[in-house]
């Protein structure tokens, strides 16, 4: 059974970058079968999809964050990674990674989600 | 960008059947997925395109999708089924594909 797991500061400053990892387990990230995502929920608001990468290095970001996201994926580790800069309070949320079966599917497997403030 | 519309709230009452739609412009040539969302909880897969249901679902979940109007369908209703449900779509009408959820609806069990 495929599972997910974030990890990163819980707290970072305004302006500088946000980075976080999600940990594959129960399978391999290289699989041909899945692509690997990342989505965030503001305090009290909906979802935001922030972008997703295949094994391969192939990437889709959300036109509105893309100048500043950077998806990344290490095989040898079994993990992906989000980096998001120039970060203010607006980008303050739950952070989930996730993963998905093509480009038109849906995201079946969740993390259980990790807290970034921004704030200095 | 491709926009998807849904009620902030629903409320039904127990072992009643509750309807939550997500409205977009042709949605119906999409395939929209739906997901649980419970307080402080990752949202949960109920529906993938359109109306299938993930092993563990029950069977009172169901969907469909036709013209400008995707409906979530919960029958017989319970109070563990409160909860926030998101539909979601992918949008492939620029060069790259677009992940775009739509803004939720509670669903409260009176």
């Known amino acids: 059974q495929l599972q997910l797991q974030e990890s990163g500061p819980g707290l970072v400053k305004p302006s500088e970058t946000l980075s976080l990892t999600c940990t594959v387990s129960?399978?391999?990230?290289?699989?041909?079968?899945?692509?690997w995502g990342w989505i965030r929920q503001p305090p009290g608001k909906g979802l935001e999809w922030i972008g997703s990468?295949?094994?391969?290095?192939?990437?889709y970001y959300n036109p509105s964050l893309k100048s500043r996201v950077t998806i990344s994926v290490d095989t040898s580790k079994n993990q992906f990674s989000l980096k998001l800069s120039s970060v203010t309070a607006a980008d303050t949320a739950v952070y989930y990674c996730?993963?998905?079966?093509?480009?038109?599917?849906?995201?079946?497997?969740w993390g259980q989600g990790t807290m970034v403030t921004v704030s200095s | 960008s491709y926009v998807l519309t849904q009620p902030p709230s629903v409320s039904v009452a127990p072992g009643k059947t509750a309807r939550i739609t997500c409205g977009g412009n042709n949605i119906g040539s999409k395939s929209v997925h739906w997901y649980q969302q419970k307080p402080g909880q990752a949202p949960v897969l109920v529906i993938y395109y359109d109306s299938d249901r993930p092993s563990g679902i029950p069977e009172r979940f169901s969907g469909s999708n036709s013209g400008n109007t995707a409906t979530l369908t919960i029958s017989r209703v319970e109070a563990g089924d409160e909860a926030d449900y998101y539909c979601?779509?992918?949008?492939?009408?620029?060069?790259?594909?677009?992940?775009?959820f739509g803004g939720g609806t509670k669903l409260t069990v009176l």
């Open positions: 129960g399978g391999s990230i290289s699989s041909s079968s899945y692509y």
């Open positions: 979601q779509v992918w949008d492939s009408s620029s060069d790259h594909p677009n992940v775009v």
């Open positions: 996730a993963s998905h079966l093509g480009g038109d599917d849906a995201f079946d497997i």
């Open positions: 990468i295949y094994y391969s290095g192939s990437t």
